[in-house]
């Protein structure tokens, strides 16, 4: 088995290498530059662990499902993803994705962990949840480990109720990431150090005369708005951002 994951802010990559370790398997980032398919074609079970946005699988891990579509139509499959609050069937998301596999999903799980929206008051970041998400991510984790070495299958997200969970977000977000697409704005506090540049898992930005110019190609994981050192990055929603959201500590 491996595990291969998309993370913006660092939520997922938490949670993917956390379960590598108690799995004793490898855990790469969807950004690596490496040769997938070799991996793949090692293992019998891809698990797979991203953050839901808007009840869907975010537009870097679904152009990444569809590079390596060979490898995920014939193996196993984990699916895990993790959210602020709900997602309904966000791990169900991913399933769809992939013609007929619903039999070779041995796990599906949806793990709570701190917001990473730091521009949307609706949303606040806490520091309560900050520590409190990540250890009950963990327990949960412990469970899913003990269930999945059982051959324990358990499908988060499958129900009915799920699916209309799901529907309260997942009919507005295409519309929304169709738009966030070339959403990414500095204003005048940017520097133009090229962080964003450096780090946008999209290569989504530039440098042009010292000025980030985007190509319209933005997946909206928030990740530009939580590390840029004047906070001067937004995507889509145009607040600049009071706090980050520096990750798990
Ligand atoms: C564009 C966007 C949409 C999001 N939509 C949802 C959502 O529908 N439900 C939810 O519970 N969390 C949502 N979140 C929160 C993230 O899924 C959550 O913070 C995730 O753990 C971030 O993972 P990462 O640090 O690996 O990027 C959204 C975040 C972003 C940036």
């Not at 609050?85 to 799980?109: M, Q």
């Not at 990473?116 to 998400?133: D, G, H, R, V």
Request: proline share 4%; glycine share 6%.
């Amino acid at each position: 088995m491996v595990i291969v994951y998309f993370s913006g802010t660092g939520n997922s990559k938490y949670i993917a290498e956390k379960f590598a370790d108690r799995m004793q398997i490898e855990a790469h980032s969807i950004e690596e530059n490496i040769d997938f398919g070799q991996i793949f074609d090692k293992v019998d079970t891809i698990a797979v662990c991203y953050p839901i946005y808007g009840s869907c699988v975010p537009l870097i891990m679904r152009e990444f499902v569809k590079k390596n579509m060979q490898f995920f139509e014939r193996k196993k499959l984990i699916i895990f993803c993790t959210q602020m609050l709900f997602s309904g069937d966000g791990a169900k998301a991913f399933a769809r994705l992939i013609p007929n596999c619903d039999g070779r999903v041995r796990y599906a799980e949806h793990f709570k962990m701190p917001n990473n929206i730091c521009n949307f008051a609706l949303f606040p970041m806490t520091e309560k949840e900050k520590t409190k998400k990540p250890l009950r991510a963990l327990e949960k984790l412990d469970k899913v480990c003990s269930d999945i070495q059982k051959g324990v299958v358990k499908k988060r997200g499958w129900n009915a109720f799920s699916n209309i969970l799901g529907k309260t977000q997942n009919i507005a977000y295409p519309k929304m990431e169709a738009k966030a697409r070339a959403s990414f704005r500095t204003d005048d506090s940017c520097i133009g150090c090229g962080l964003c540049v450096k780090k946008c898992p999209m290569h989504n930005l530039e440098l042009v005369n010292g000025k980030v110019k985007q190509n319209g190609n933005c997946t909206l994981c928030y990740r530009c708005v939580n590390i840029c050192p004047k906070q001067s990055c937004t995507v889509y929603f145009t607040k600049k951002p009071k706090k980050q959201y520096k990750g798990i500590s």
